[in-house]
Each structure stands twice: as C-alpha cells, then as structure tokens.
C-alpha cells in the first residue's frame, strides 16, 4: 500500500472493507460470492482491500462494484479522491429545489455517518416513488 493512512489507496481500501464486511453481515456473502455477484475478480478485490494500485481502479469496475452492493457511487469516487466524477447532478448555483432536495438525497446515502438502517430506509422510499404509478389529473 502507499504510505501514509490518509492516501487515495487507504480510502479506497477503507471503503471496500466495509462494503466487504456488509455484504457478509447482511447477504451473508463471501469475497467469492461477492465477485461473482459483482462481476470483478477475486484477485481485483483482494488488490483493492490492500491498496495494492498505481493507476486508479477501472471506473466502470468501481460503478459495477457499488451498483451490485446497492452502494453510492459518489461515495466510492470520494474516497478515491475524485468528489465530483461520482456525482449525479452537476453543481449549480442556481438548482431549483428538486435539484437541491435530490442532491441532499445523495449526500446523505454517501455519508458515512448515515446509518445503514437509514441508508436502506431512503433506498426503499426511493424504489417505491420510483415504481408508483403516475397518477393522472382528474
């Protein structure tokens, strides 16, 4: 690993082990279960909890990586110091309130002070808003 804890590698490495450590407590998932489910190699994962890497991980790996463990995006590109590659709404100052209320949404599904209960709680109202039916003027 690079020196020094405060390194993209270390970040990155941190992120990983809890999304490891996640998957284990909440799917019951092995790091073989974990990267049949994700898509990356075994020897990838392994590479990422050791902050084993020079040149940043494939950014399409990391957004597979998040998407199959119901993670944000933007929290896996913070910690490998990329803050606004992983954010879904460019910064305006001129955002309407959708555009802050969404982006209030994600900051709080990235940070890590946020409980899992809490994250998991924001995602399934999300779901469902998403899935609901349109309802039409009368």
């Avoid at 590479?47 to 957004?63: F, I, M, S």
């Avoid at 998040?66 to 305006?92: I, N, W």
């Avoid at 955002?95 to 982006?103: F, L, Q, S």
């Avoid at 998991?120 to 349109?134: C, E, G, K, N, V």
């Amino acid at each position: 690993m690079a020196s020094g804890e405060g390194t993209a590698q270390a970040a990155f490495a941190r992120f990983v082990r809890r999304a490891i450590d996640n998957a284990r407590m909440e799917r019951g998932w092995t790091v073989t279960d974990l990267a049949a489910q994700t898509g990356i190699g075994r020897s990838t994962v392994f590479r990422w909890l050791a902050g084993d890497w020079h040149d940043y991980p494939e950014l399409a790996k990391v957004r597979g990586f998040c998407v199959a463990l119901d993670l944000p995006v933007a929290a896996a590109f913070r910690a490998l110091g990329l803050p606004e590659a992983g954010s879904a709404l460019p910064r305006r100052g001129n955002d309407g309130p959708v555009e802050a209320d969404v982006r209030a949404i994600l900051e709080r599904l990235a940070d890590p002070a946020v409980s899992v209960e809490e994250k998991h709680h924001i995602r399934d109202l999300l779901r469902y808003l998403a899935q609901r039916p349109i309802r039409q003027p009368e």
